[in-house]
C-alpha cells in the first residue's frame, strides 16, 4: 500500500457542500501505512465540527475499502486552539483566536449568482459604514473579474511598508484591496484552485491594514474556491447575502445560505437589490418582482437587512467611481443604504 494509492482513494472524499476534494484543497498532511494499517493526519482550517465529522466518517469508509487494510486511523486537526472534540462529536461554539490582528469585524457580502448588483452594493455598504465613523476596509475577492477599481475610481497600486507588506490604497476614506490593482489594464487572470487560495491568504496575511472597525469582503458569487478560501483563512464574523426579488435569484441565494452554514460561518442578513422602479411619473414599477428577499428572509429565520430600490444614480456612481453615498449622502438612493449600514452596524458592532 503506497502513499499514492492512498492518496488517489482520498481524492473521492469531497470537502461537505464543494466539489472539490481533500486532497486537492491540501488538507492531507501525512500518510503512513505498513502491516495492513493506514494512518493519516488531516489539517482543517475551518472551525465546523460538522464538517470535520464528516470528512473523518468519509476517509475511514474509504480507506477500509481498499484492499489489505485491517485497520484505518483518521487524525482530525482544528485550526490553531480549536478544541479538539469537535471532530469527535463535542460542540464547539465560533471562536475568534485566529482573527487578523486590528481587523476588529470581517463580513462577507456574497450572493449565489451573478447580475444581482453584490458589488454595488458592497462598495456603497462600505462607504455608508464609512459615512458613520466606522474605519473601513474593503477587500474584492473577486480574482477573476474584480470591479471595486472601477465602481471605487481609483487604479492606484498599493506601496510596500517597511515590514514588506503591501499598504492598502485610500479612497473615500476606505481602504482598499483589489486583484484589478495588481493588473495591468484589462489583463485576464488565468489559475486554478490553489492559486487563487494562495491570493486570498495573502490578501489577509501580506497586507497592512491598520485597525478597521469593519473589514467587507467582497465574494464572486457562487460557492466556489474563494469562498471556501475566505472561510479556512480567517474566521468570518458573518455573511451578508444580496439578491434580487424573482425566484431565479433566490433559489441559489438558498445554496449560499447552505454554503455559509456548512462552514460554519453566520448569515447576518439578506438585502434586497433592485427591488422597485419609480417612474417620473411617480408609478411604482417592480420590474423583478417584489418581497422575495423579504420573504426568503422569513423562510431562512434570519434578518432582513432592507431594500436598494432601482435608482438611475447608483448604477451612474458605480461607472463613474463615485458611489452614491459618497455624491450625495443625504438622498434617497444613499438613505438606502445608509439604513442598511446602520441595521448591520447593530447586528455586529465594532
Not at 485491517?70 to 462529536?89: L, N
Request: with cysteine.
Amino acid at each position: 500500500m503506497t502513499e499514492d494509492a492512498i492518496l488517489d482513494a482520498l481524492r473521492s472524499v469531497k470537502y461537505p457542500g464543494f466539489t472539490r476534494d481533500i486532497v486537492s484543497f491540501g488538507l492531507v498532511k501525512n500518510v503512513t501505512a505498513g502491516n495492513g494499517a493506514v494512518s493519516i493526519t488531516l489539517q482543517l482550517t475551518s472551525p465546523s465540527p460538522d464538517a470535520a465529522r464528516q470528512i473523518k466518517q468519509e476517509c475511514e469508509q474509504v480507506l477500509r475499502g481498499l484492499a489489505g487494510v485491517k485497520m484505518v486511523h483518521v487524525d482530525i486537526r482544528m485550526p490553531a486552539g480549536q478544541p479538539q472534540q469537535a471532530a469527535t462529536g463535542g460542540q464547539s461554539p465560533w471562536a475568534h483566536q485566529n482573527k487578523v490582528p486590528g481587523l476588529s469585524r470581517i463580513v462577507a457580502v456574497a450572493s449565489g449568482k451573478g447580475g444581482v448588483g453584490k458589488s454595488t452594493v458592497a462598495v456603497n455598504l462600505a462607504c455608508a459604514l464609512r459615512h458613520l465613523g466606522a474605519n473601513v476596509g474593503l477587500l474584492d475577492c473577486d480574482i477573476y473579474g474584480p470591479s471595486v477599481p472601477l465602481m471605487m475610481g481609483t487604479r492606484q497600486r498599493p506601496t510596500i511598508s517597511p515590514e514588506e507588506k503591501m499598504v492598502p490604497p485610500v479612497q473615500y476614506g476606505v481602504k482598499l484591496m483589489s486583484m484589478g490593482f495588481l493588473l495591468e489594464g484589462d489583463q485576464p487572470v488565468i489559475w486554478r484552485g490553489p492559486m487563487i487560495m494562495k491570493t486570498i491568504t495573502q490578501f489577509f496575511t501580506s497586507v497592512d491594514w491598520g485597525k478597521l472597525d469593519y473589514l467587507l469582503v467582497d465574494l464572486p458569487p457562487g460557492t466556489g474556491d474563494a469562498q471556501l478560501s475566505l472561510c479556512q483563512t480567517v474566521p468570518l464574523d458573518g455573511g451578508v447575502i444580496v439578491t434580487t426579488p424573482q425566484e431565479a435569484s433566490l433559489g441559489v441565494v438558498r445554496k449560499g445560505i447552505a454554503m455559509f452554514q456548512k462552514v460554519n460561518v453566520p448569515i447576518l442578513g439578506i438585502i434586497e437589490n433592485m427591488s422597485y422602479f419609480t417612474a417620473p411619473n411617480g408609478q411604482r414599477i417592480e420590474i423583478f418582482g417584489h418581497g422575495g428577499g423579504r420573504a426568503e428572509a422569513a423562510r431562512q429565520d434570519v434578518p432582513f437587512f432592507g431594500e436598494v430600490p432601482i435608482f438611475t444614480e447608483i448604477r451612474e456612481g458605480g461607472d463613474q467611481g463615485h458611489p452614491v453615498v459618497v455624491a450625495a449622502p443625504k438622498e434617497a438612493p444613499a438613505q438606502a443604504f445608509i439604513r442598511i449600514a446602520t441595521t448591520l452596524r447593530t447586528a455586529v458592532p465594532a
